[in-house]
């Protein structure tokens, strides 16, 4: 069996032997929540949440550093590009995914976990900085706000002195009933240019919530054009297939 070892007794690492994980490593300092969704009153402290309520994926993601000096990536199975033309679906639209039992990435880097950091980027690649607004306050509710209700948050912020950099509009701001939209309702947002340049002039970056799996319904203001140029019949959904080149 695989077992490393350290070569500064010092770094803060004192070994890895194969089949040890993350999820085994008490002192893995985490990422953060997978997800809020239908979570009440969660605490954001990622200590000891190990899958509450019998679901495995509830958890904080395993994180890169750890005060038991290493950590684990394990990289087997996941998705990954052709050596061609950097796609990465075969030729019927199958995903590609890894095929190597074992692709495994150690991070031993003991406590300096600024170089545990910087090695990531190595193996992933630069990641892009974020928004300045992404690291403020955002906003976002799953809930049937209409233009009048928007205007009104955004006054409670000022009233309250309190900091927004950001509002995302839930999935309610596009037409139903389906659960993927790309249409304003205008029944909710008569006139959605309007107040968008409203939200913008009060200096907030502004998103709307997208869930494409649907495809293109005909409800959509572009649904006539855009099942013209895909060849799908009248009144028929426009699928959608991520691994479709076309």
Same mark, same amino acid.
């Given at each position: 069996?695989?077992?490393?070892? @350290?070569?500064? $007794? #010092?770094?803060?690492?004192?070994? =890895?032997?194969?089949? !040890?994980?993350?999820? /085994?490593?008490?002192?893995?300092?985490?990422?953060?929540?997978?997800?809020? /969704?239908?979570?009440?009153?969660?605490?954001?402290?990622?200590?000891?949440?190990?899958?509450?309520?019998?679901?495995?994926?509830?958890?904080?993601?395993?994180?890169?550093?750890?005060?038991?000096?290493?950590?684990?990536?394990?990289?087997?199975g996941a998705p990954c590009l052709d050596g061609a033309d950097d796609w990465w679906a075969d030729d019927d639209g199958k995903m590609l995914r890894n095929q190597n039992v074992h692709d495994?990435?150690?991070? &031993?880097?003991?406590?300096?976990?600024?170089? &545990?950091?910087?090695?990531?980027?190595?193996?992933?690649?630069?990641?892009?900085?974020?928004? *300045?607004? !992404?690291?403020?306050?955002?906003?976002?509710?799953?809930?049937?706000?209409? $233009? $009048?209700?928007?205007?009104?948050?955004?006054?409670?912020?000022?009233?309250?002195?309190?900091?927004?950099? &950001?509002?995302?509009?839930?999935?309610?701001?596009?037409?139903?009933? #389906? =659960?993927?939209?790309?249409?304003?309702? *205008?029944?909710?947002?008569?006139? @959605?240019?309007?107040?968008?340049?409203?939200?913008?002039?009060?200096?907030?970056?502004?998103?709307?919530?997208?869930?494409?799996?649907?495809?293109?319904?005909?409800?959509?203001?572009?649904?006539?054009?855009?099942? *013209?140029?895909?060849?799908? @019949?009248?009144?028929? @959904?426009?699928?959608?297939?991520?691994?479709?080149?076309?």
């Amino acid at each position: 069996s695989l077992w490393v070892t @350290p070569v500064d $007794e #010092g770094g803060g690492f004192s070994g =890895w032997r194969f089949g !040890q994980t993350s999820a /085994d490593d008490e002192g893995n300092l985490r990422g953060t929540r997978r997800t809020l /969704d239908r979570r009440d009153n969660l605490t954001l402290r990622c200590s000891g949440a190990r899958g509450e309520g019998g679901d495995p994926s509830d958890h904080c993601a395993w994180g890169l550093i750890s005060r038991t000096g290493w950590a684990l990536l394990n990289d087997s199975g996941a998705p990954c590009l052709d050596g061609a033309d950097d796609w990465w679906a075969d030729d019927d639209g199958k995903m590609l995914r890894n095929q190597n039992v074992h692709d495994l990435y150690l991070f &031993a880097h003991g406590s300096d976990y600024a170089a &545990a950091l910087r090695d990531l980027r190595t193996v992933g690649g630069a990641i892009p900085m974020p928004l *300045r607004s !992404q690291l403020g306050v955002m906003f976002s509710r799953w809930f049937d706000y209409d $233009e $009048e209700g928007v205007v009104a948050l955004v006054g409670e912020f000022e009233q309250r002195s309190l900091p927004l950099d &950001a509002l995302i509009l839930d999935m309610n701001w596009h037409k139903k009933p #389906g =659960w993927t939209g790309y249409s304003w309702d *205008r029944n909710l947002f008569p006139d @959605p240019a309007a107040l968008t340049a409203w939200l913008r002039a009060k200096g907030l970056v502004v998103g709307a919530n997208l869930h494409d799996a649907q495809g293109v319904l005909p409800e959509e203001d572009t649904y006539n054009e855009v099942a *013209r140029i895909m060849g799908v @019949p009248p009144g028929a @959904p426009v699928s959608l297939s991520l691994t479709n080149r076309t």
